[in-house]
């Protein structure tokens, strides 16, 4: 969770710049399509590799009202860094820091019985009241309770908060296609859903929230944004699917954009293999522009002859394989200077290809081309603070 404090004066190897005005511009057009709903800013994975702290606080500025993480670690971190209001985590494992989730006043999820004994024996040892969010499987098929086990989770709930232990905060699901439209799961999800929270209500139990959308389900959705939504990479300006529409096309802007400085630029002749296994060879005299990133940066193999690159204002395209920290691009006889600017992908504004057209290449979601994205590339954080 680096948080860059300024931009740094010296030219670098890569970088990762992160638009947190775009952030906040796109926390606002998410809030815009709720009816009562709030919403939580998902930042588990470093917010899917944008930096936690500064994307948390740009999202809390622009009016959500959680923050929510995967690991308890990532959610101790943000409370650590001074992180207000509630913060809710929800993948665990048995011996995990409850204590230390109690005492942060985070909310945590409970899947299973051996969960929500781990939480109260916390909650007991500390003299505090946990709060727990119930998680429901209604069909994803991964964390989750399921419906016939939920009968006994909710009245094991109900007498631990009986006993002033825990505090259910919250009953939540995920869905499983929302991000494809028209798919039967969605309602049969829906249908699951409705009958879980109902259930536990009639039993006695009375959540501040009930949430099941995701980002896809936050845009397209309305009728499953219950109490609060959970958007994730929708709040990067990504879109979740491309059968969905583009970024644009829900008013939302991209936040990232990767940069790279040539490191040299040289004329080769006709014939030249290029890069481990010679999968491409010159196919004439031509230039050579050595990008300095790679696979251990988080650049994917698979974009090996594809993953397209905007040099001195014309897509390129990697040549041969990506290397661990570096890969060519075949400029074509044109000579850029050293140190020339390559952008690998960014909004799309001045014709850079975007993360979805790096997804395109490799053959994967746009989600996993931000969140590889790795340490020894600093993020660089701009517009840190709102205008005017």
């Given amino acids: 969770m680096n948080e860059t404090a300024a931009v740094p004066t010296a030219p670098l190897r890569a970088r990762a710049e992160i638009d947190l005005g775009a952030l906040r511009a796109n926390v606002r057009a998410l809030r815009a399509r709720l009816t009562g709903a709030a919403l939580m800013a998902v930042v588990k994975s470093d917010a899917y590799g944008h930096g936690a702290v500064p994307c948390a606080r740009a999202a809390l500025a ?22 207000p209001g509630r913060i809710m985590c929800w993948l665990w494992v ?24 781990e939480v109260t024996g916390a909650a007991r040892a500390a003299g505090r009241t946990a709060r727990v969010q119930l998680k429901a499987d209604t069909g994803l098929g991964r964390n989750g309770c399921q419906p016939g086990d939920w009968p006994e989770l909710v009245a094991e709930a109900l007498k631990a908060e009986a006993d002033g232990l825990i505090k259910v905060t919250g009953l939540w699901s995920h869905f499983a296609c929302a991000d494809e439209p028209g798919h039967p799961s969605i309602t049969a999800q829906l249908d699951r859903f409705r009958e879980m ?41 990504v879109s979740p699917s491309p059968e969905l529409g583009t970024p644009a096309d829900f008013g939302l802007r991209p936040v990232m954009t990767l940069r790279a400085s040539l490191a040299l630029v040289k004329r080769v002749p006709g014939g030249h293999g290029i890069s481990y296994g010679h999968h491409y060879t010159t196919p004439g005299e031509t230039t050579l522009g050595l990008v300095p990133v790679g696979y251990a940066d988080g650049i994917p193999r698979h974009a090996s002859g594809t993953g397209p690159v905007l040099i001195d204002g014309k897509w390129r395209t990697v040549a041969g394989r990506v290397a661990m920290d570096q890969f060519v691009v075949d400029l074509g006889g044109d000579e850029p200077p050293a140190g020339t600017d390559a952008v690998l992908f960014g909004p799309g504004d001045a014709g850079e290809p975007t993360a979805e057209d790096w997804a395109q290449a490799c053959g994967t979601i746009a989600y996993e081309i931000v969140t590889r994205i790795g340490a020894r590339v600093p993020r660089v954080h701009l517009n840190g603070e709102e205008k005017g």
């Fill in 197 to 237: 929270t109902a259930y536990a209500e009639e039993q006695g139990l009375r959540p501040e929230v009930r949430h099941i959308a995701n980002s896809p389900a936050t845009l397209t959705l309305p009728e499953t944004h219950f109490d609060l939504v959970r958007t994730g990479i929708a709040m990067y300006g």
């Fill in 62 to 83: 622009a009016g959500a009202t959680w923050l929510g993480t995967a690991t308890p670690e990532e959610a101790l971190a943000l409370r650590a860094a001074g992180l």
């Fill in 94 to 117: 048995p011996g995990g820091p409850w204590r230390e989730a109690i005492d942060a006043d985070l909310d945590v999820s409970v899947s299973g019985m051996w969960a929500l004994r």
